[in-house]
């Protein structure tokens, strides 16, 4: 069922699938009396018809007054309705807003908010140079602008109010440089991150300090930066050895994470002297609050990565690279699964993915490595190659290693 709203009244009609094509059927107007339980009721009734086969397209009959084509505002808030009640996230409804925000003011305020069929190549690209000449975003942001703009246009022309998509295509766009991607590769820079972390919690007053356990976390469990921050002391069981993640995004975000050997003692001590009962947060502020996705990339990360880079000097090391972000951490977890020996199956399923092309991306990314980075990385989530601050030293190995140096078994996508 879809409403929208054409000059002064609100249109009623169906939308649904039926003879192996999608149907559109009008209803009729608000003022004719539809309301949307009357057009709920009728769906059923469409519905019912459908399954047993005796609904037919009635071409001529027509309901009312011919419906206007919409206008851009209009037809872009029918379409983000519809995106709500697909249940996608908060954070991603939010982005989408943003996104419609900058269409919007330019299409309404610039272009006069013209109806869907008016919206021309032409005008696409126009909004996309005025945007460029503001030079307020970045070419990756006006495209992404653009791609919702062609989503929009995309339910119109299912709706039938245009033929043809005019924001579709790589012409509409900006180029853009791809971003090289950000990995911690080695020991040396994933020991000095978590010395940095225990070192920052060591020199605070507050004995809630969490940087440590937390950057252990995203580094060791691979948790979206909400799902890290949402985590309560009852997700984790540390004698089954798992994280439960509970309030993802997506089904297939709903999992149990196993933890490696070297997060799971981590864990266990903070767990110890956590002072909040099981439904409390697992990571919070100092004032108890949750941690958000900003909080935690600011607050938490961003001078952990800061003394980090600090400390490699000082050991005359490989420097930290830059953009390390709370998801680069998820990114440098898939490595490290990968380089242990998981195979992909594995992998997707401790992230909480459906599309194989990350998780293999990385897997050949990690192939690259060597067989003493890879024994090196395994030694690391076993707890022989790295120990705290305060028992082997700084970054140090506890015990001699020697892993099989073979490498990663055959996987399959």
Same mark, same amino acid.
């Given at each position: 069922?879809?409403?929208?709203?054409?000059? %002064?009244?609100?249109?009623?009609?169906? #939308?649904? #699938? +039926?003879? !192996?094509r999608r149907?559109?059927?009008h209803l !009729?107007?608000a003022?004719e009396g539809?309301?949307?339980s009357?057009a =709920?009721?009728?769906?059923t009734?469409?519905?019912?018809?459908?399954?047993?086969?005796?609904?037919?397209?009635v071409?001529?009959?027509?309901?009312?007054?011919?419906a206007?084509?919409?206008?851009i505002?209009?037809? +872009?808030?029918?379409?983000?309705?519809?995106?709500?009640? =697909?249940g996608?996230?908060?954070?991603t409804?939010e982005?989408?807003?943003?996104?419609?925000?900058?269409?919007?003011?330019?299409?309404?305020?610039?272009?006069?908010d013209p109806?869907?069929s008016?919206?021309s190549v032409?005008?696409v690209?126009e909004y996309?140079?005025?945007?460029?000449?503001?030079?307020?975003?970045?070419?990756?942001s006006i495209?992404r602008t653009?791609?919702?703009?062609?989503a929009?246009?995309?339910l &119109?022309v299912?709706?039938e109010?245009i033929?043809k998509n005019?924001?579709?295509?790589?012409?509409?766009?900006?180029?853009t440089k791809?971003?090289?991607p950000?990995?911690?590769?080695?020991?040396?820079?994933?020991a +000095?991150?978590?010395?940095? &972390?225990?070192e920052?919690?060591? &020199?605070?007053?507050?004995?809630t300090? %969490? #940087?440590?356990? $937390?950057?252990?976390?995203?580094?060791f469990a691979?948790?979206?930066v909400?799902?890290a921050?949402?985590?309560l002391v009852?997700? $984790?069981?540390?004698?089954?050895?798992f994280?439960?993640? !509970?309030r993802?995004?997506?089904?297939?975000?709903?999992?149990k994470? %196993?933890?490696?050997?070297?997060? =799971?003692d981590v864990?266990a001590a903070?767990?110890a002297?956590h002072r909040?009962g099981?439904d409390?947060?697992?990571?919070?502020t100092?004032?108890g609050?949750? #941690?958000d996705r900003h909080n935690?990339?600011?607050r938490v990360? +961003?001078?952990?990565?800061?003394?980090?880079h600090k400390?490699?000097?000082e050991?005359?090391?490989?420097?930290?690279?830059?953009?390390?972000?709370?998801?680069?951490l998820r990114?440098t977890y898939?490595s490290?699964l990968?380089?242990? !020996?998981?195979d992909a199956?594995?992998v997707?399923?401790?992230?909480?993915?459906?599309?194989?092309?990350?998780?293999?991306?990385?897997y050949?990314?990690?192939?690259?490595f060597?067989a003493?980075?890879?024994?090196?990385l395994?030694?690391?989530? %076993?707890?022989?190659?790295?120990?705290?601050?305060?028992?082997?030293?700084?970054?140090?190995?506890?015990?001699?290693v020697?892993?099989?140096p073979?490498?990663?078994?055959?996987?399959t996508?």
């Amino acid at each position: 069922m879809t409403k929208a709203t054409a000059a %002064d009244d609100v249109s009623f009609a169906l #939308r649904f #699938r +039926a003879l !192996g094509r999608r149907q559109f059927v009008h209803l !009729g107007y608000a003022s004719e009396g539809w309301t949307e339980s009357k057009a =709920r009721d009728e769906l059923t009734l469409t519905m019912a018809a459908v399954r047993r086969g005796a609904w037919q397209p009635v071409e001529s009959v027509v309901m009312g007054p011919p419906a206007e084509i919409p206008r851009i505002e209009d037809f +872009a808030n029918v379409w983000l309705d519809a995106e709500r009640d =697909r249940g996608l996230g908060a954070r991603t409804i939010e982005d989408l807003e943003w996104r419609l925000g900058h269409l919007l003011s330019w299409f309404v305020h610039k272009a006069g908010d013209p109806r869907v069929s008016e919206i021309s190549v032409q005008m696409v690209d126009e909004y996309r140079a005025a945007k460029k000449r503001q030079g307020k975003l970045s070419a990756g942001s006006i495209n992404r602008t653009i791609d919702t703009l062609s989503a929009v246009l995309d339910l &119109a022309v299912e709706y039938e109010h245009i033929e043809k998509n005019v924001a579709r295509g790589k012409r509409r766009k900006l180029a853009t440089k791809k971003k090289r991607p950000v990995y911690l590769d080695g020991v040396d820079q994933i020991a +000095a991150v978590l010395d940095a &972390a225990r070192e920052l919690d060591d &020199a605070r007053e507050s004995r809630t300090a %969490d #940087r440590y356990p $937390l950057v252990a976390t995203l580094l060791f469990a691979g948790p979206r930066v909400e799902e890290a921050g949402e985590a309560l002391v009852r997700d $984790l069981d540390l004698a089954r050895g798992f994280l439960e993640v !509970g309030r993802s995004k997506t089904a297939a975000g709903m999992r149990k994470i %196993d933890l490696l050997p070297v997060l =799971r003692d981590v864990l266990a001590a903070y767990k110890a002297g956590h002072r909040g009962g099981v439904d409390d947060l697992l990571f919070s502020t100092r004032e108890g609050t949750a #941690r958000d996705r900003h909080n935690i990339a600011r607050r938490v990360l +961003a001078p952990v990565v800061a003394r980090a880079h600090k400390l490699l000097e000082e050991r005359g090391q490989q420097p930290m690279p830059q953009g390390v972000t709370p998801h680069k951490l998820r990114h440098t977890y898939t490595s490290i699964l990968f380089a242990i !020996g998981r195979d992909a199956p594995y992998v997707m399923g401790q992230l909480g993915h459906t599309d194989p092309a990350f998780t293999l991306r990385v897997y050949a990314h990690v192939m690259r490595f060597s067989a003493d980075e890879r024994a090196r990385l395994k030694a690391l989530v %076993d707890g022989v190659e790295w120990a705290p601050m305060g028992t082997q030293g700084v970054g140090t190995a506890a015990s001699p290693v020697s892993p099989d140096p073979g490498g990663l078994p055959e996987t399959t996508s």
